[in-house]
C-alpha cells in the first residue's frame, strides 16, 4: 500500500522555467492539499481539493494552478517559476474535513 | 502572534528521558494533529485528537480543549526519536485548513 506518492523527489529550474508536481493518493481520500515547507515557517497551505474536479485556493495560491481530474490524482504547477518558489513541496490527503491526513515524502524544488 | 504556538522550539535530551513537547493554539477547534518528520524526509501522522488522550506505544498526546493546549509525551527517549514534531489545529471555522505550529526539534543523545 503506497499511501501518497509524490514526484519528483528533487528538481532544479532556472528562473521562468515551468513544471509540474504530481501527487497520487490509493487510499480512495475525497480531499488532497498541497502545502509549501520554508525554514522557520509552519506548513502553508497553497490550494487543495475536496473532491474531483474540485480546487480551492489556500492561503499562498499566487504562482501556482492545481488540477483535480482523476480523484487519485492531484497536479501542482508553477507557470513560471521564481526564486522565491524555492521550497520543499508537501502533498497530503484525507478522507474527510477533520480525519487524519497523510503526507508524501515531499519534492524539494530549487529554483535558480 | 502565530495562531499556533509549539515549546520548545529547540529540545536536546538524553537517552531513556521523558520528553514534553507543547502545542497552545488560539482558535476553536475541532482536530490536532501531531506529526513526526525526520531530517530529510517525509511527513508522518502520529495522532489525531479531538479531546482527551490517545496513546501508542511510547507516544502519548493530550488534549485540554478549554485551555487550547496539548502536550506530546515521548517516554524512555531513544535517538530514533530524533525529529522535528509538529503541531496542526484544525479551526471550526469549516474552512478544510489546518493552522501548523513551526515544529519543535528533537534530538536525542544515545
Known amino acids: 500500500n503506497a499511501g501518497v506518492t509524490q514526484t519528483p523527489k528533487f528538481r532544479v529550474l532556472k528562473t521562468g522555467q515551468s513544471m509540474t508536481l504530481l501527487c497520487a493518493q490509493d487510499?480512495?481520500?475525497?480531499?488532497m492539499y498541497w502545502y509549501r515547507q520554508d525554514p522557520g515557517m509552519g506548513l502553508r497551505l497553497i490550494h487543495y481539493s475536496v473532491g474531483e474536479g474540485t480546487t480551492a485556493k489556500g492561503e499562498v495560491p499566487d504562482g501556482y494552478n492545481v488540477s483535480r481530474l482523476k480523484k487519485q490524482n492531484f497536479l501542482l504547477g508553477l507557470e513560471s517559476a521564481a526564486p522565491s518558489q524555492t521550497s520543499v513541496y508537501f502533498c497530503a490527503s484525507s478522507w474527510g474535513e477533520a480525519t487524519e491526513a497523510f503526507f508524501g515524502q515531499g519534492t524539494r524544488l530549487t529554483v535558480v | 502572534k502565530n495562531e499556533v504556538e509549539q515549546s520548545p522550539q529547540n529540545l536536546t535530551a538524553q537517552e531513556g528521558e521523558f520528553i514534553t513537547i507543547n502545542c497552545s493554539y488560539s482558535v476553536g477547534i475541532s482536530a490536532l494533529h501531531w506529526l513526526q518528520q525526520h531530517p530529510g524526509g517525509g511527513i508522518v501522522s502520529l495522532f489525531m485528537l479531538s479531546s482527551g488522550k490517545k496513546k501508542h506505544g511510547r507516544l502519548i498526546a493530550t488534549i485540554n480543549i478549554q485551555e487550547k493546549h496539548s502536550s506530546l509525551h515521548i517516554t524512555a527517549s531513544h535517538p530514533r526519536d530524533s525529529a522535528v514534531y509538529i503541531c496542526?489545529?484544525?479551526?471550526?471555522?469549516?474552512?478544510?485548513?489546518?493552522?501548523f505550529g513551526t515544529g519543535t526539534r528533537l534530538k536525542v543523545l544515545a
Open positions: 487510499m480512495n481520500h475525497e480531499y
Open positions: 496542526a489545529v484544525l479551526p471550526t471555522s469549516g474552512t478544510y485548513k489546518y493552522i
